[in-house]
């Protein structure tokens, strides 16, 4: 031993690991173990490479037990200072990630998953801003970054937005950790990169024209920020103009457009028993395409009776299943007959590359969402289908990007319903038709276990509940550690983001947004200024001859 | 020049006698000493000093009674200083080899009738820029107990640094690891120590 002293980032040295379970690293005695953060990024230099890993565990060592019973009178400073790091010692759990070879070819190549571990006595180092660059990417003009890591203001989290698209993703979270937040920032990117156009059910009414922060503060949302690239449509008129916000469109739902899938996916909130959730298939054989509004027309017990009769149903169940149908006569933007075909309208846009956010204003309850919700993506579902498959066929550029986000996504996606509805073969097979959806919900336990493991990337806030984590880290390489780092999360503004559009899972400080410099961050322009720009645009063309 | 204070009367390869110049002329427990033939220094720790009768068979008496001071024994007697004399012995630590510190056993015993001198702060600064020597002195069978020995040793160098606690915590850090398990060695030596 020497009286040199190390280096500055240098935190101590791998003392055992496996690629398995990852590398312990012993603490030098100048490294503060309480300055050790689970989540934060550090290197171990090996001997031919550079390992790039994830603290995910910090522990205290004695080097003789007996310490532990008759521990050193640390009351003395200096008795303190020495046994720290020789006696005792701080021990950190590194999960490699991905290593970064240094000669030019592996530079080209960039990060690569790690497949061995660092060398015993490898220098563990902390991640300086230009190791998480080159990992992460550097974010260039216009590029969209979600936010940074974990104590480095400095270095941005880009998210690889088009393996992003291509795949479902997912974002959960407690409620009031920021999903919300998350999402619409999520949005914003998409919108800003132009990676796919986003159709999106909007229950509570935050991502169309404005939402509201934690603190009940006004946020701009995506019509406000790229005004020309996003329509909002609405379910609920006079909300809408009580906001203020002009709907470039006001849906209407006809009876006639309603299939029996639609309230199989409704049994659960309508409470419908088995064979009450399967008679609407029934009733459609026997009314045709009218078959809600004709069902919903039949009153009285005795034609109920007459009814079942000829179908083949119970009594009852027709009964019960009227009666709880009833309850969608209450939905005003439901009419006998739509006179125009919401559907036509959502496609033109997106077809235009223009995003849709679809306003519920009122109309809250997760009946209406579900049922909206469902019956619009099963039509753009098949159209996206048709035309994927005609231009496969004629060797044609398949359809733009579409990215459905739906909120309480575990009401689509619960394990009982999750294989017949539209939503679940989206997560199952839709990536191939250009069509992915981003859920959001705060019980991810309460997702069918075949879908969460199709999502390509989660972005996941603060979870405490075990079944949950569970479910969000299905999977995962390491999901004991990203346990522990899951559930030691802030409870705003951190989120674990893992999977495809990522190198490695990352746990940022998502970037703030509300305020007008991240308004311009995100693309946005003043009135006056884009004014001024068109001006001098203007000027320049024609010149002062 | 470093101050020379004694030469060599007896010397074996981990260890060296030598006789100082001064009565009670003796360098302080635990400093370095060093000697050496030109070739090779040899570095050494002070681990004993006694004070005695020239002829191993004449005790020194007591010769205060009338006198009002210490002093004053040796102005009315000046024989004694010539019948007594102090000698120290020393732990061999280390050597320099053609400009090389070495932190181990010399190849050569010190050599009797070299002149010993004590090292100058900035030899000590030089010599204990490394603990590897701190072994041979926690091993060495010496009169007064190891711990003292090492923590008058390392009191004793950090005079020669500039910042003697960081020195310190530094050594301190490296006997524990010595000392592995030795809890009562480790203690004594770290309230002996500690700044």
């Known amino acids: 031993m020497s009286l040199e002293q190390p280096k500055d980032n240098r935190l101590g040295i791998v003392v055992s690991g496996s690629v398995t379970r990852g590398v312990e690293v012993k603490l030098d005695s ?169 159709l999106v059910f909007d229950m509570h009414s935050e991502y169309g024209w404005e939402g509201y922060s934690e603190g009940g503060r006004k946020v701009k949302a995506l019509k406000q920020l790229f005004p020309t690239k996003v329509a909002v449509f609405a379910l609920d008129e006079e909300n809408a103009r009580r906001r203020q916000v002009s709907a470039d469109f006001i849906v209407k739902i006809g009876y006639d457009e309603i299939e029996p899938e639609d309230i199989v996916m409704l049994s659960e909130t309508l409470n419908l028993t088995e064979a009450a959730a399967q008679a609407p298939y029934r009733l459609a054989r026997h009314f045709g395409g009218q078959w809600l509004e004709s069902f919903l027309n039949v009153e009285g017990r005795e034609e109920v009776g007459e009814l079942a009769a000829s179908l083949g149903e119970h009594e009852a169940t027709l009964a019960a299943l009227r009666r709880r149908l009833e309850t969608l006569r209450r ?202 720009r068109a001006e001098q645009d203007i000027e320049e063309l024609w010149g002062e001859s | 020049m470093p101050f020379k204070i004694g030469e060599v009367v007896q010397a074996s390869t981990s260890q060296f006698q030598a006789e100082c110049y001064e009565l009670h002329g003796s360098p302080p427990f635990g400093s370095l000493v060093k000697t050496g033939d030109g070739l090779i220094d040899v570095y050494a720790v002070v681990y004993n000093a006694a004070t005695t009768s020239i002829e191993p068979g004449r005790h020194p008496i007591a010769r205060g009674r009338d006198e009002m001071a210490e002093e004053d024994i040796y102005r009315s007697n000046p024989q004694l200083a010539k019948l007594l004399r102090t000698e120290f012995e020393a732990l061999v630590v280390g050597h320099r080899e053609a400009g090389c510190l070495r932190h181990y056993l010399p190849p050569q015993p010190a050599r009797i009738h070299g002149f010993v001198y004590v090292c100058e702060p900035d030899e000590v600064r030089e010599f204990s820029r490394s603990f590897d020597f701190l072994r041979l002195l926690l091993d060495a069978r010496v009169p007064a107990s190891a711990e003292e020995l090492v923590a008058a040793c390392l009191r004793q160098a950090s005079q020669a640094h500039q910042d003697p606690r960081t020195f310190l915590v530094s050594a301190a850090k490296e006997v524990v690891i010595l000392l592995n398990g030795q809890l009562d060695s480790l203690n004594a030596i770290l309230r002996r120590i500690k700044a």
């Open chain 1, 30 to 198: 100048s490294s503060l173990v309480e300055g050790m953060v689970v989540g934060r990024y550090v290197t171990i230099q090996g001997e031919r490479q550079r390992f790039f890993g994830m603290i995910t565990d910090v522990s205290l060592e004695v080097i003789d037990p007996r310490l532990a019973i008759t521990p050193p009178d640390v009351s003395d400073p200096f008795i303190a200072e020495v046994v720290a790091g020789t006696s005792t010692y701080g021990k950190l759990h590194v999960r490699p990630m991905l290593t970064i070879g240094s000669d030019a070819m592996s530079i080209l190549e960039g990060p690569q998953p790690v497949k061995t571990v660092p060398a015993h006595f490898s220098a563990v180092e902390l991640a300086s801003q230009q190791d998480v660059e080159q990992v992460f990417g550097q974010v260039s003009e216009g590029q969209f970054w979600i936010g940074t890591p974990l104590d480095m203001i400095e270095t941005k989290v880009r998210l690889d937005l088009g393996e992003l698209t291509k795949r479902s993703n997912g974002v959960f979270g407690k409620s009031g950790t920021g999903k919300t937040f998350l999402t619409r920032l999520l949005l914003m990117g998409i919108l800003q990169e132009g990676a796919a156009a986003n």
């Open chain 1, 331 to 532: 939905l005003p933007f439901l009419v006998a007959h739509a006179p125009d075909n919401s559907v036509k309208r959502i496609l033109e846009y997106l077809d235009r590359g223009i995003s849709v956010v679809l306003e519920f204003g009122r109309h809250t309850d997760i009946a209406a969402y579900i049922l909206v919700a469902n019956l619009l993506t099963r039509r753009i579902h098949a159209q996206y289908r048709e035309r994927t498959e005609r231009a496969m066929g004629e060797d044609r550029a398949l359809p733009r990007p579409l990215v459905i986000t739906i909120e309480e996504a575990h009401k689509f996606l619960s394990p009982e319903i999750a294989r017949q509805t539209i939503f679940g073969t989206i997560a199952r097979e839709m990536r191939k038709y250009n069509v992915t959806l981003l859920v959001i919900d705060q019980r991810p336990s309460g997702i069918d276990e075949e879908v969460m493991s199709q999502l390509g990337t989660k972005i996941t806030c603060l979870l405490d509940n075990e079944r949950d984590i569970d479910s969000v880290l299905t999977g995962v390489v390491g999901k004991s550690e990203l346990k522990a780092v899951l559930a030691k999360l802030d409870t705003k503004q951190q989120a674990l983001i893992f999977g495809h559009a990522v190198p490695m899972p990352v746990v940022v400080r998502t970037r703030e947004y509300g305020s007008a410099e991240s308004y311009k961050d995100l693309g946005f322009r003043e009135a006056a200024e884009l004014k001024r």
